[in-house]
């Protein structure tokens, strides 16, 4: 398999904080894995790290075989508009577009071809089930539609990586099954690489993989395997409580 991210050394301080320590992380090509820990662990302040919103004071990152430390700010933006894409819990869509120019904004900023766009678009809109929407504002759909649409504009650029922070947080139960059964399909027809922050183990049991953090360290990881769903989540749960602290 080919790796995707690696880190070494990992490190991040803010002032006198040390939010993450010495990380050594490997995350493969096409992997669907989900980082957990209590409020504080450094979860989201290390996916920052690893999609480059954030800095890090020492160690290295890399995503692919390009080294973080060798991109400049106007680099690392250009990188991460190109290899990356994000799917937030508050959806981050603009309500003066409709759900297809929502989707669409990323490959319009990039001035793609209006045929290539509707090709790309052809394929997620059929995978998520949201070709019905299409004309729609975001005031206008509910908040699994939303999610839906804020899915497939991180995938309409072909990213090597989807970073998904809380992507059911806001969701009711329906509505975030329906989510990761859609990402977790696409995850495999696409081999797009899906990094989730959760503290929902429902959420992270449709990973292939679950990363453990404490205190800005990796504590325990498990492998789904050939385990269903609930398998995986019963020894999530068990894991989750044995960690201790409040995963909200």
Not at 13 to 35: C, M, P, R, V
Not at 137 to 164: D, H
Not at 220 to 248: P, V, W, Y
Request: overall charge positive.
């Amino acid at each position: 398999m080919t790796t995707i991210i690696k880190t070494k050394n990992l490190s991040k301080s803010y002032g006198k904080s040390q939010i993450l320590k010495n990380i050594d992380l490997t995350i493969e090509q096409g992997e669907f894995t989900a980082i957990m820990g209590p409020s504080g662990s450094g979860k989201t302040t290390l996916m920052n790290t690893l999609s480059t919103i954030d800095s890090f004071n020492s160690g290295n990152v890399w995503i692919g075989e390009q080294s973080l430390l060798d991109l400049k700010r106007k680099a690392l933006r250009e990188f991460r508009q190109k290899q990356m894409g994000f799917i937030f819990q508050d959806y981050n869509l603009l309500d003066t577009l409709t759900v297809k120019e929502n989707i669409l904004l990323p490959l319009s900023l990039q001035k793609k071809p209006v045929k290539e766009m509707e090709h790309r678009l052809a394929k997620l809109i059929e995978a998520l089930n949201i070709d019905s929407i299409l004309t729609q504002y975001p005031t206008e759909i509910s908040g699994g539609q939303k999610q839906r649409t804020a899915a497939a504009r991180a995938l309409i650029t072909n990213p090597a990586i989807v970073f998904a922070d809380e992507p059911t947080g806001a969701l009711d139960s329906r509505s975030a099954t329906q989510l990761l059964e859609q990402i977790q399909l696409l995850n495999k027809t696409f081999k797009t690489t899906v990094l989730m922050i959760t503290h929902d183990p429902y959420a992270a049991s449709y990973c292939e993989r679950v990363i453990f953090l404490r205190d800005g360290k990796i504590v325990n990881e498990m492998f789904k395997g050939e385990q269903s769903e609930k398998q995986f989540f019963d020894r999530i749960l068990t894991s989750q409580s044995a960690l201790g602290g409040d995963f909200r």
